[in-house]
Every structure is written in C-alpha cells, then in structure tokens.
C-alpha cells in the first residue's frame, strides 16, 4: 500500500477502506498482511435434551479438544435471518392442492405460525471456530481444519470448513453490529 492509499484509508468514510480483507475465496477471509483466516461452521447441538452422563462426556470431551489444539483460535456466534420463503411456498402449493376444509385449516395454521416467525424477525444462530494461517501453504490451513473437524466430531459434534457466505455473514455481523442493511436507490431532487 503506497502513501497515498494509506492516507485515502485513514481519511475514508467508508468502511471497506479501512478493514484489512482483501478477498474472500475458497472459504477463506484473505487479509492484507498475508494471513488466511477460515475454520468450520459447528451444527448447534442441545445437550441439554441428553441424560446428564452424556451431558458430562460432551463436555469433557469439548474441553479436552481446546486444550490439544495447538494453535490460536477464535469461537464465535452469529445469528443469521431464518429464510423459510421456499417453505411458505410449499404450504401455499399444499393449501391450493387440497380440498379437505380441515387440512386446509390446519394448513392455514401452519401459515400464521410462519408469518408470525416472518413479522417478528426470528434468526438462528450459528457457531464457527475460526484460526488465521500465514502464508500461500494451504497444507497446514487444511491440517488445522481436518484436526478441528475430527476433534469435533469426537465430542459428538457435526462441522464443516466454513463458506465464504458463512465468512460474509460473520464479517457482517461484526461490522454493522448484527443489523441487517438493506441497499436500494436513493433519489436526490
């Protein structure tokens, strides 16, 4: 970076000037300095729903894992729009395609609970683990990832390396602060 883009960076009012991310690919952050910051996206589990000795070896079996892994890394959440536009399609295909009145009601029903999620933004939340590599090697990028994925599914947990959506919902969150943006035109008299 020259003088002159670093004084643009550090004078911008835009966001994207300043963070250090210079692409993101192959389900890895690229940062400007190098570093490649990627990791798994953890499916939620309730443990608590499990009697308490399987309760007790999940979580022993959790604390074991962070304590083998030999390198820095980061747990974080996020909470992402629960998108059910294809479900409530399929309800209305179902609810078009029946004749009997009490389906149709019950099929009515399903509908207001759907909207009722639709109205009051619900979102789910997601779990990633996430770890920086220095360096064009992605063999130790996919050593970490391999051990991570393996050291989870010990503890009774599913994960997969994360995608680069997963890594722009997670930038997202952690620039506008969870907010969701809407983009569309503005029109000036």
Do not use: H
Request: proline content about 3%; aromatic content about 8%; some cysteine.
């Amino acid at each position: 970076m020259n003088i002159f883009q670093k004084k643009m960076a550090n004078s911008s009012k835009y966001t994207e000037d300043w963070i250090p991310v210079k692409d993101i690919s192959n389900g890895c952050i690229i940062l400007d300095n190098g570093y490649k910051v990627t990791g798994v996206k953890i499916t939620p589990r309730n443990i608590f729903i499990l009697d308490p000795n399987s309760q007790e070896n999940v979580i022993v079996g959790l604390k074991t894992f962070y304590n083998t892994l030999d390198f820095e890394f980061w747990i974080m959440a996020a909470d992402r729009p629960v998108d059910i536009a294809g479900y409530m399609a399929q309800l209305q295909l179902l609810k078009d395609s029946t004749s009997n009145p009490v389906l149709k009601k019950m099929i009515n029903q399903d509908i207001d609970k759907a909207n009722m999620f639709i109205d009051n933004n619900v979102s789910d939340t997601e779990y990633y683990l996430l770890f920086k590599e220095k360096g064009k090697n992605n063999d130790i990028l996919q050593k970490k990832l391999r051990t991570v994925i393996s050291g989870l599914a010990n503890c009774g947990l599913n994960a997969m390396q994360t995608t680069n959506n997963d890594l722009r919902v997670l930038l997202n969150n952690f620039l506008n602060g969870g907010m969701d943006t809407k983009s569309g035109t503005v029109i000036v008299p």
